[in-house]
Every structure is written in C-alpha cells, then in structure tokens.
C-alpha cells in the first residue's frame, strides 16, 4: 500500500472521530501542567505539548477505550498521563542528545537552559502519576509505572548501544522496544483495560501498540538515511552524524569487509567524520541491501499488529488503528 491510497490519513482521521475527547484530554492537559509557584513549568510545557505534534499516543488510548466500549471519563485521564509522559522523554532526550530543535522549532533547553528542561520534565512524569492515580486502578498505575521505568532503561542502554560495533540487531530491537514501543503498548494496553475488555482482548491491544512502536522507530530510522527531509522534517543522515547505531547501519557492518568495518570504527566509533563520509555510508548501506532488508523487517512489524488488531470485535476505531499500521510503512514503500 502506498501513501497515495490515503485519501484522509489514518491518524487524521482518528483525531476527527476521536475529537470531542481529545478536547477534553487538552483541556485536562493545560489544567494539569499549571504551577502556581513556578511559572517556569508551563512556559516550558506549554512550548512543547503546543508545538503541533500529532498526538498520536494519547489518541492510541482514547481508540482502545472506544473500541472495547468504554463510557467512563478515566480514558481522558490516561490519554493526559501518556502525554505527560512522552512529553517528559523529549525534554529529557534534547538534554541527552544536545540537541536545538524539535519539530522545526527550537528546544526547550535551547530556549531556556538544561536544568529547566530536566526538572519540569521530572514535574511532568510526577503529574503523570497524579493522574493514573486518580483512575483507582492498580493495574493501570502498574502498565504505566512498567512503561515509564522500561523508557528510562532503554535510553540507558541506547547510551551504551549506540557508538558500539558489536550492538547486534537484538540489542537493537531491546533498546527500540524501550525507548519507542514501551508507551505506544502501555497506551494502548491501558484503554483495554479502563474498559474492563478481557484478557485477550487486552493482549491484542499491548501486542498491537508494541509491534506498531518496532515498526514506528524502524521507518524512523530507515528515512532518516533515505527520507525527503521537507517530509519528515530531518536532514538526511542526521543519525549518521550524531553516530547513532541505527537498524541500517547495523545491518550494513555485520556484512562489512575489511576496509568498510575500518570506515565504520573512523566515523561511528570515533567520530572522525569527513566531507563525504555520508555519501559514503549510504553506498555502503546499498551495497549490503541494508535498506531493502530494514523496509522488510518494518513491514513484517506492520503486519504483526494488524495481525493483532483483526482479534477484535468489527468497529470504525478497529479499521482506523489497522489503516494506521499500514500508513507508519507506506512512508518507505
């Protein structure tokens, strides 16, 4: 399936049939990011959650909630709290990553300084939990406290992971299923089980969200080295530059001869980096058919949560969440 078969995005057209609550998770969200002794925190906030960015998981827990049937007000709650959450990575992530600007904006710590961007990021997880609370559900608090926790270890362990040549594909998978699909499954995971849907209901949905948050980061990756940066927003080889071990990359050195493992050790692993060394690299990459293979491995993570989200009931938000799973891979098709 290509993107021209879209004639309404998918995720567009969640946020339509998803809007009055997606109002209300906005309207919770700006309530909740107010201080009344530190106006620091929702000016950085406010930058951030206001930036135009799609919502995407926050509206994963609204349609689980919605297609298990759900009629209580502690879906809006949820939505806020995975927000909260994705909101507090990001800041923390532009400190770790040095990094200037975010959806073609400048960065909060750029805008203001590290130690602002770290603490309201910190006051946001706090508010998180304030939220998941309030829903009075044990096994709530506990998918997300889960999520947050595996968040922060696959970050961990990206810092070890990614300027090092041994980082095999399953250190890869470990690190992406942490930092990326860790939420999107805790998202939608959490709608299941607010509506009290059964147990293999409930699998369906962490099954989907964990196999659409693979797919999300391998096409992340993959257009980073091949993408139309006035799409996706990103210089080409912006991974490449900041040395990052990404699934092409891996792909391309575990096929490497000689001299090629010796580029790679220059440009990954010391980061001696030249003029050309880039077009370089993504020679190298389809040489190997690393490219190819990546497109392949992101597909196949497509398939496995449509594969999961076609266990349940007939429902718009069902054909919705499967339109979307093809859409995160018709971007590389």
């Keep these: 399936m290509s993107l021209d078969e879209f004639t309404v995005k998918p995720h567009d057209a969640m946020a339509a049939y998803l809007a009055a609550d ?46 298990c049937g759900y009629s209580g007000p502690y879906h809006v709650h949820l939505a806020a709290t995975v927000e909260f959450i994705h909101t ?35 006051y946001l997880f706090s508010r998180s939990f304030q939220l998941m609370v309030e829903t009075g559900s044990l096994r709530v ?3 997300l406290a889960n999520a947050s926790a595996t968040i922060a270890e696959g970050e961990v362990l990206q810092l070890s992971a990614s300027q090092d040549l041994a980082t095999s594909e399953a250190i890869y998978l470990q690190v992406v299923r942490g930092k990326t699909a860790a939420l999107f499954s805790a998202a939608t995971e959490v709608g299941g089980v607010i509506a009290g849907a059964d147990e293999a209901h409930v699998k369906a949905l962490f099954d989907y969200g964990d196999a659409l948050g693979v797919a999300f980061q391998i096409v992340d990756d993959l257009l980073d080295m091949q993408g139309d940066p006035n799409a996706t927003g990103k210089n080409v080889g912006d991974d490449f530059r900041e040395r990052k071990l990404t699934l ?13 493992r010796a580029f790679w050790e220059r440009t990954i692993e010391k ?35 449509i594969a999961a989200i076609d ?23």
Excluded: C, F
């Design 22 to 67: 997606m109002d209300a998770v906005n309207v919770l969200i700006r309530t909740r990011m107010a201080s009344e002794h530190a106006p620091r925190i929702p000016e950085v906030t406010a930058h951030l959650v206001e930036a135009g960015g799609k919502r995407l998981r926050p509206m994963l827990t609204l349609a689980a909630a919605h297609l």
């Design 88 to 122: 507090a990575t990001l800041l923390h992530d532009d400190v770790v990553d040095e990094s200037s600007q975010r959806r073609g904006r400048p960065t909060a710590n750029l805008l203001w300084d590290n130690k602002s961007s770290v603490l309201v990021g910190d």
């Design 141 to 143: 608090l506990d998918i």
């Design 248 to 260: 092409p990359l891996i792909k391309a050195i575990a096929k490497a001869n000689t001299d090629e």
């Design 271 to 305: 980061g001696r980096q030249n003029e050309g060394d880039l077009a370089t690299a993504i020679a190298l990459l389809h040489k190997h058919g690393a490219l190819e293979e990546t497109r392949l491995e992101a597909l196949a993570w497509a398939n496995k949560a």
């Design 311 to 333: 266990q349940l009931p007939a429902h718009p938000v069902r054909d919705m969440l499967r339109d979307l799973a093809s859409y995160v891979v018709a971007r590389i098709n």
